[in-house]
């Protein structure tokens, strides 16, 4: 019996350090070539009202537990707003969110924010954030 209460309790310590570390990946962002500086130059739509001008972290270097504000700045026609994680937690929606280091997530994460203008062309870049324990 004894073995079986340790047991469950390391399932349920695994189980809460993992789901802090869910992947956010919407269906609806589509694929984009990003270069090393994490931006891209979108879709090659030559009428595309997209001017996505920065995207840019309050802090770049995080303990993990900690969060940071992030930023896109862009000016366009209806534009809406997708974000992604490789690690950690996203809060918000729009044009500033928050993202939260998880515990298990030390190490590079990369933030992409990606954007939509009404003729359907997408732009995207990225922030880099330094998580450590």
């Known amino acids: ?9 390391v399932i349920t310590l695994v189980s809460a350090f993992t789901v802090g570390c869910t992947i956010y990946d919407d ?12 931006n891209d130059n ?6 595309s009202t997209i001017e996505y001008t920065s995207l840019i972290a309050d802090e770049t270097t995080l303990p993990t537990g900690e969060s940071t504000l992030i930023t896109a700045t862009a000016t366009g026609e209806g534009l809406e707003y997708y974000w992604s994680a490789s690690l950690g937690d996203i809060v ?11 515990f298990c997530c030390e190490g590079s ?7 939509r203008d009404n003729l359907n062309t997408w732009k995207h870049k990225s922030v880099t954030i330094e998580v450590s324990f």
């Open 1 to 9: 019996m004894k073995k079986l209460i340790i047991l469950f309790v």
């Open 27 to 38: 269906e609806q962002i589509q694929e984009q070539a990003i270069d090393e500086n994490g």
């Open 42 to 47: 979108g879709d090659d739509n030559p009428n």
């Open 92 to 102: 918000g929606s729009g044009e500033q969110i928050t993202y939260t280091a998880a």
């Open 109 to 115: 994460n990369t933030i992409t924010c990606s954007i």
